[in-house]
């Protein structure tokens, strides 16, 4: 079975944009395929403060189980109870420039978003060579990410050969990008990416008025003024919506055409999408409601996860102090 | 007893240099501080090869017991071995940006020196923070090093004070540097800085021959062509040693006024220099061929010294998880 290294930071509740983007596929593979899901709390608090990352383990763990991530069959863990991570990054570093590590688009596109300019934290600029640790710990061959994390996985690969042409040996193993068919999930402002923090997000745990909410606030076609005029589907967030969550894909397109045409009004439009969402999301909230009433059973999932992750990691670990010949006293 | 940190990069054997400048003050230190000597394998890997750094390790040993540091008295470890040094290493990352790093002199100029540029690896980039993780994973409060190693210190003591500062705790502990009484040993030829790879060096294990050789191609006053001229002490390296190794520091004194003054021939001064160097290397190096006859005696001393600072620094990392708040399961 292909290994799939996968995650999410642990600052917010999970939301559409996830589900959508990454939990739904993660639910379709983990039946055929050796999936480690991890919860990136170290990769948070290079910009999140402790008690926000600490707050949201679990949280994030009720989001996974509600989905129908199965903990059997996917392994969810902790990336700081996996300390051989850290270590194998110290071993990264020595073979990145910092030239290369300022030169990833990803990382440089992050920066400018945050104001770092110079003032990047060392551990923020360094932290596509901790993705390449956390992938290649689990010698992972498929890397679920979007289209623009590319470059993280071409970092992960230069190191893989750097490291394994050093030692003269095969111990890392190259991955590729697993890119979702499915597109990113618009905000619900339109904007092209779903974020707690950018204000136009809807939870997996949002309550039926949230959801209704959510939905009348939604942005349509701001020139579609009456009814019979006819109106923009491109960059509609409803019908991104629709073809996202929509079942009847047939009735999606007609109604496409009706409204490109002009005589089908944003209400009728939304009506069926809050029905659709309300329909899908109300057994993701009972589930959810049903597991945090037990967290301890979610801490003995995290807590069995993290063995299984560390025995894995562990393993490649030694393989690479192996190959780095400082194995002085195996 | 106050502690200490100290150590050698593995990347060739010891030398006078390492003599005056650290190694005899660790023999008087030994026994009223808690004194940690690391042989920092991981430190010489950013910019050394593998196979060099291993097969130092046990020379590095060899040195160390044959000028009389006592393995009880003192921890010898090896950085590889204890792997929370580079947990600790991740954490810390995120306390310093990359302009502080850039800015740092000490390193500034080691990246000048080996022509690194932009393309300085960032393990090297970010060594400072890896010694600031060594120092205080021992709670380390002197930390023996040359004038021109302080924004080191200085470098250690910021983290300190974010890391307590951003944790509310007082987990870690500044230190301060201990700025060895006698200053630098000039290599043989004059340069400020004695090296291996600067072709200027004396090790401890010098034969007899290698010694007078080395006594020979000592450098002097180059002005200084007949016996009866003044000649320079300043800068003059057989003084300088007579300086560190004379135990007659009066008649060195007079020496100095006779040179100065003229009539003090070059030979007369390296005999006696020679003389000295040969008696006071001599028992190292019985000392050191007796160790080196017993290699597996030196493993367990360095198995056992890794195992002592394990537990040191496995202590201090729990005390920095639990701060940072991710002992989720403690």
Redesign the interface.
Known sequence: MPTILTGDRPTGPLHLGHYVGSLQNRVRLQSHHRQFVMIA??QA??DTE??K??AN?LEVVFDYLAVGIDPVQSTIF?Q??V??L??L???F???????R??RNPTVKEEIRQRGFE?????????YP??QAADITAFKATLVPVGADQQPMIEQTNEIVRRFNAL?GSSVLVECEALIPEQGRLPGLDGGAKMGKSLGNALALSASPDEISAAVRRMYTDRNHLRIEDPGQVEGNVAFAYLDAFDPDAAEVERLKSQYRRGGLADTTVKRRLEDILQAHLAPIRKQRAAFAQDPAGA?NI??EG?VRARAVAAQTLREV?QA???E??A
Chains 1, 2 share one sequence.
């Not at 570093?93 to 030239?99: K, M, S």
């Not at 110079?118 to 360094?126: C, E, K, N, Q, S």
């Open positions: 709390d170290m608090l290079t402790p008690a990352v600490r383990l902790i700081s109870q300390p051989e850290a270590e990054t110290v071993h570093l020595n073979l990145v420039t910092l030239a590590l300022e110079r003032d990047v934290p060392a551990g923020f600029l360094t060579v901790s030692t801490r995290l807590l993290c102090r780095l010949g400082i002085y006293f």
